[in-house]
């Protein structure tokens, strides 16, 4: 899709403020791979209906040759967003992706998908993002559904100001984004913008927001944010959104979603509302019925 310029601009009177920074936690996952875990397991009732955000970057291939080999998950939805490298994703319903430069693969496990997301590159800089939202209890076992968006097939906007906006999910500046969903409305946007411009998103005041800053500095109100931490923004019945000033070239994932308030009961790739819903998901998996 070609970029265009912003059908509309937005106005936001009562910007939110930050509610804390956060820095991420570096770990490992599949068969090694490193990344950067950005919202943990203690954050997922604060950021509903977000689980989890790992972001991933190096240009050293023992750092990701490895890949995710098969392994399963119930319940929730990934989205991988691919900054940098080639990724190829198979799995137990059948689909096949490789994942590109730019490039989004949403990924609806719903009642059991077996996957393998294996690196399709043994040189050069692989870098992206994962994001796991979850699924209201009533479509938590649903059908698994995938789909894949090459970079050029993603809506983007440019605003007046220089500011270049990918609209992966929802809607923004009157774009729509490459994908909706009804029960949690997620809002999903990679947004650059050049020092000194400044970027409004309108936000709905019960939905809980975040910002991710992986590329130069930025100025959220009286508040700095630096480089490779998470703004939690806060909850605040009067705002109507935020506000992104770039104190020098900016990249940054602006998330927000209306949060399920339900119960989430998780363990490892599997994240349902009650601990008898896990154990059958553990008794589906070891029996071979989770993508049957």
């Not at 009642?111 to 692989?126: D, K, L, N, T």
């Not at 709905?204 to 009286?222: I, M, Q, S, T």
Request: net charge negative; glycine share 10%.
């Amino acid at each position: 899709m070609t970029k265009q310029t912003a059908l509309r601009t937005e106005q936001v009177e009562q910007p939110r403020r930050v509610e804390r920074l956060v820095a991420g936690k570096p770990t490992s996952d599949g068969a090694g791979v490193k990344l950067t875990r950005v919202l943990t397991q203690p954050l997922q009732r604060r950021l509903d209906p977000f689980l989890m955000l790992d972001a991933f970057g190096s240009d050293r291939p023992d750092d990701y040759i490895a890949g995710f080999p098969d392994h399963p998950h119930r319940g929730f939805e990934t989205i991988t967003y691919m900054i940098a490298g080639r990724m190829l994703h198979r799995d137990s319903a059948g689909h096949e992706g490789l994942l590109e430069n730019g490039g989004v693969q949403w990924m609806t496990a719903g009642r059991g998908v077996i996957h393998s997301e294996i690196p399709q590159q043994e040189e050069g800089v692989m870098e992206g993002f994962q994001l796991w939202l979850n699924l209201p209890g009533r479509d938590k076992m649903c059908a698994p559904w995938y789909r894949d968006f090459a970079s050029a097939e993603l809506p983007r906007f440019t605003t007046a100001a220089g500011v270049d906006v990918t609209v992966i999910a929802g809607e923004s500046h009157g774009v729509a984004g490459a994908v909706t969903r009804e029960a949690t409305a997620p809002l999903y946007l990679d947004i650059h913008l050049p020092a000194g411009s400044r970027f409004a998103q309108a936000l709905p005041a019960a939905h809980n927001a975040f910002v991710y800053l992986y590329r130069g500095a930025l100025k959220l109100g009286d508040d700095a944010v630096p480089v490779q931490r998470m703004a939690i923004l806060a909850n605040d019945a009067q705002a109507d959104g935020v506000v992104i000033e770039a104190t020098e070239d900016a990249k940054l994932l602006l998330i927000a979603g209306r949060p399920l308030n339900e119960p989430i009961a998780q363990y490892g790739p599997f994240v349902m509302n009650t601990e008898q819903e896990i154990y059958q998901a553990l008794s589906d998996f070891r029996e071979g019925r989770l993508a049957a």
